[in-house]
C-alpha cells in the first residue's frame, strides 16, 4: 500500500499544453518533495515544500502544498518534450526517511 | 563533484543467489537510503543507514540486508533471491538524511534482474 497516491499514473499532452498532476495521502507530512525521473538515471529532486498552502515556482512548474499538508499538486504551464519523464512525489516520514508515491508518468510529444 | 556512484550498473542473477551491491555516497554525505523501484509498486524504501548504523527500515524480508562503512559507503545484500527482486535498485545520499533537511542525490541505480 503506497503512503502517496499519485494520479494520473500516466499523462499524454501535445507540446503547449497545460497539465496538472496530484499528489495525495492520508496523512500529514512534515513535507514533501517533488523530483522528476528520466529513463535510466535516478530521480532529480525538483523542490521541498515545508509549509501548509505554500506555494513555490520553478519557472513554467508551480508546486503547492496543501492547507493540512496532506497532499500536494504540480501544475506545468506550455509543457515541452523536454518535461517528459517520471514525475515522483515524497513525503517526509518519522522525518528520517522519504516515502515515495508510485508517479506519474508524462509524455510531451512536438 | 563526483555525484553517487552505483555498482555495478547491471546484474543478471539465478534464483537463490545472493548479490551484493554498492553505493558511493556524496563525498561528505553521511546518510545513505537505498529504495527498490519496480514498474507496479514505485519506489520502494528499504532502509538508512546513518554514521554506519541502519537508522530506518522498510517493510522487506529479512533476506534484504544493508550496512554502512566507516567511509560512508554502503552495501546492500539480498540472499536467496526470487523472481520478484527483479529491479532497479537505487540509493540516495544526503549530509544528514530526513525530507526537508537537505536535499537527496540518487544514483543512476543497479538494475538487477533474477532469471
Known amino acids: 500500500t503506497q503512503l502517496l497516491e499519485q494520479s494520473p499514473q500516466f499523462l499524454s499532452i501535445q507540446e503547449g499544453e497545460n497539465l496538472t498532476v496530484y499528489c495525495n495521502s492520508s496523512?500529514?507530512?512534515?513535507?514533501l518533495q517533488w523530483y522528476r525521473q528520466e529513463p535510466g538515471e535516478g530521480p532529480v529532486l525538483l523542490v521541498t515544500v515545508v509549509t501548509g498552502g505554500e506555494v513555490k515556482k520553478l519557472k513554467r512548474l508551480t508546486f503547492q502544498f496543501g492547507d493540512a499538508r496532506k497532499d500536494s499538486s504540480l501544475h506545468i504551464t506550455a509543457a515541452q518534450p523536454g518535461d517528459t519523464g517520471l514525475y515522483l512525489c515524497a513525503g517526509g516520514y518519522n522525518n528520517n526517511d522519504m516515502r515515495f508515491g508510485a508517479g506519474t508518468r508524462l509524455t510531451v510529444k512536438p | 563533484k563526483a555525484g553517487v556512484t552505483q555498482t555495478p550498473r547491471y546484474l543478471i542473477k539465478t534464483r537463490g543467489q545472493q548479490v551484493t551491491l554498492s553505493c558511493s555516497p556524496i563525498s561528505g554525505h553521511r546518510s545513505v537510503s537505498w529504495y527498490q523501484q519496480t514498474p507496479g509498486q514505485g519506489l520502494q524504501f528499504l532502509f538508512e543507514?546513518?554514521?554506519?548504523?541502519?537508522?530506518n527500515k522498510g517493510n522487506f524480508p529479512g533476506r534484504f540486508s544493508g550496512r554502512q562503512f566507516s567511509n560512508s559507503r554502503s552495501e546492500m545484500n539480498v540472499s536467496t533471491l526470487e523472481l520478484g527482486d527483479s529491479a532497479l535498485y537505487l540509493c540516495?545520499?544526503?549530509?544528514?538524511?530526513?525530507?526537508?533537511?537537505?536535499?537527496?542525490?540518487f544514483g543512476q541505480g543497479t538494475r538487477l534482474t533474477v532469471v
Open positions: 540516495a545520499s544526503s549530509l544528514v538524511g530526513g525530507i526537508g533537511n537537505t536535499e537527496a542525490f
Open positions: 496523512s500529514v507530512f512534515s513535507s
Open positions: 543507514y546513518f554514521s554506519e548504523t541502519q537508522r
